[in-house]
């Protein structure tokens, strides 16, 4: 099979609508004759008469780190009308056997409805999810031993959440892993929340080295550990009416009989899914009530086309899958037609000077990541130039663009020299003509009797905006900027080492798992660890009906969208009774600045300011309490 198409680095399909809407009439088709479909995972289906069903395949539970126990997690997913489910515990603690059979963990089978599935997760090296076997090894590091285990126990595998693995395990590793073991049947596209969106770019790099003659079936899954896990992504399989069956349903996993879903706002009524598929000579067509836009198709990782219809001449590769897009994020995956009939395919043959993106793509193909270099000292990136008709934003240094033209096309970055503009910097230093694009820092200058309370005027371009000092990228215009400051008396004294300058002095601390360290500029903050938390108490306050209390901080989040960490105020009564509690939840993102505001509803004594970090690493400085 002629495989000459290498894929950029990034994979792009997220693109400007109306800009490909503009462009949807670009001539994509193939020199020679029309693609043929060799391979149909829905081939088996009977549309009209097959069942969906919603299933979860990667779960933790109290048997190892999960915060339910099997029978809650068991019942939820009920609820939730899932039939398909399977318990994967980590392997890492000995017993290392699964969780099975469920009845043995007090759950009555039969009244669930569900058809349970024996999983594991195996743990030492990359994760892999095991099913229909008992094998688990704590001491395992190796990858293909785990899977050469499996296998002998006529077990069946997907890779999960590979994406986690970028920076150690590159397209061959994983090539290698699905052509020496023909049990590991899928990858693991959609993990939670989306944890790692490398995940789908890596299938499809897989899935170019591979298709036509080995598919690898893509799966969407909670990994569910705790609550806001819960109900994210999931995979629905489609199965013959009747009462569910383990064998039918392994020959449906193995088939690629499913869809991999990823639901962000937990509304499956967004869940779109094909009411049936039909393939002849000439396309491939979708049964399915939402608009031609809605409906992607992807050949070697780029967007090829839009709509219910996929004309089999289209400038197609080895493979072809479709993304529907429903409202709020909501996103299915089916499973890649392998196809053949595609040697005669047309190729552009790019190349960008002065930035990435270079390579060989097919004609046709839409959302190509191009980046300009790093400007040379003095300069700014200014335009690209060439052929330039098909970039979604000239002017960008970071945009993508369609392949339209079959043979060369080349792009250019050009870079002018840096104009400098007028910063003023009111309240403060750092006032001056400066560059635009260069990197500044400004600092307050704090009147006396008076406290920092924020900059003011265009803050996007500030790395923090609530830090006396912080860095300034100067834009390609004037600017000015304000330091505001409010009164001492407007701020609490007693709030007791708030910078964490002297260790846990005026803190209390939970579970000790939290260390200070110093930022560049050797600011104190504290780092708290998983179920870790600190406690300030601010006591001799008279808090009136009707007064606004705002505690000021700034935070930062080490780990990906957990929603497990939080920084607030409780309010307590003069005996110490809880009155009243707030608080901010912290997701993931670089240091940002953060306030809990509430009006007092009841008087008050006592504030007690706390930090909990619930799951991974968050970091928190600068707390100030203000009265308004």
């Known amino acids: 099979m002629n495989r000459i198409l290498p894929l950029s680095p990034a994979f792009a399909v997220t693109f400007c609508g109306v800009f490909l809407l503009s462009l949807m009439g670009l001539p994509a088709t193939a020199a020679g004759n029309p693609a043929k479909v060799v391979l149909n995972p829905y081939e088996e289906v009977i549309w009209g008469s097959f069942a969906e069903h919603k299933a979860n395949l990667h779960t933790h539970t109290t048997e190892s780190d999960g915060d339910l126990t099997p029978v809650e997690v068991v019942e939820m997913y009920r609820e939730a009308g899932y039939t398909i489910f399977s318990i994967t515990e980590h392997d890492t603690d000995e017993p290392a056997h699964p969780t099975w059979p469920w009845e043995d963990y007090g759950i009555d089978v039969e009244a669930t409805g569900m058809l349970p599935i024996k999983g594991n997760e195996i743990s030492r090296p990359d994760h892999i999810g095991s099913y229909f076997n008992d094998y688990g090894d704590p001491d395992q590091t190796s990858v293909p031993d785990a899977l050469q285990e499996i296998g002998e126990r006529d077990g069946l595998a997907v890779m999960f959440h590979p994406g986690r693995y970028s920076n150690r395990r590159d397209v061959d590793f994983y090539v290698d892993l699905y052509e020496t073991f023909p049990h590991l049947i899928g990858m693991e596209v959609y993990n939670q929340n989306d944890r790692h969106s490398g995940d789908r770019e890596l299938w499809d790099n897989v899935l170019s080295r591979l298709m036509p003659d080995r598919p690898v079936w893509g799966t969407g899954n909670d990994d569910f550990h705790r609550l806001e896990h819960f109900a994210r992504s999931m995979t629905i399989f489609l199965m013959p009416p009747g009462e569910l069956d383990e064998d039918i349903f392994r020959e449906a996993f193995v088939g690629g009989q499913f869809y991999a879903v990823h639901n962000p706002s937990r509304d499956t009524s967004q869940i779109l899914t094909p009411q049936a598929i039909h393939l002849d000579d000439e396309a491939i067509r979708l049964e399915i009530d939402t608009a031609e836009e809605n409906i992607v198709w992807i050949t070697q990782g780029y967007e090829i086309h839009r709509g219910h219809t996929l004309p089999l001449d289209t400038n197609l590769g080895d493979y072809v899958r479709v993304v529907l897009k429903g409202e709020e994020g909501t996103r299915t995956l089916l499973q890649p037609f392998g196809l053949g009939n595609t040697e005669d395919r047309q190729i552009t043959n790019l190349t960008i000077r002065d930035g990435s993106g270079s390579g060989e793509y097919l004609t046709g193909s839409r959302g190509i990541r191009i980046e300009a270099e790093n400007a040379p000292e003095g300069y700014v990136f200014d335009r690209w130039a060439g052929d330039v008709d098909t970039i979604e934003d000239p002017l960008a240094a970071e945009t993508t663009l369609i392949a ?190 953060l306030a809990v505001s509430a009006e007092v509803e009841t008087e008050a004594q006592t504030v007690n300011i706390y930090l909990w970090m619930q799951v991974g690493e968050l970091l928190v400085r600068d707390l100030r309490l203000r009265v308004h």
């Open 404 to 593: 339209s033209l079959v043979g060369e096309k080349e792009i250019k970055a050009t870079f002018r020299p840096a104009e400098k503009y007028s910063l003023r910097v009111l309240g403060g230093s750092g006032s001056g003509e400066i560059a635009e694009g260069s990197e500044i820092w400004i600092t307050a200058e704090v009147p006396e009797g008076m406290v920092f309370e924020q900059w003011v005027g265009q803050t996007d371009l500030l790395a923090n905006s609530r830090s006396p000092a912080t860095r300034l990228t100067m834009p390609s215009h004037p600017l000015k900027i304000n330091a505001s400051f409010v009164t001492e008396a407007n701020f609490f004294e007693e709030l007791v080492n708030p910078d964490f300058s002297e260790g846990m002095t005026g803190w209390d601390g939970k579970e000790d798992k939290t260390e200070f360290r110093t930022d560049e500029l050797g600011r104190p903050y504290a780092v708290l660890q998983s179920r870790s938390g600190l406690m300030n108490k601010v006591e001799g306050l008279v808090l009136e009906k009707g007064q606004r209390i705002t505690l000021y901080f700034d935070a930062k989040m080490l780990t990906r969208s957990p929603q497990r960490a939080w920084v607030g105020m409780q309010f307590l009564s003069e005996t110490g009774e809880e009155l009243e509690s707030h608080s901010k939840t912290i997701r993931d993102g670089g240091w940002r600045p």
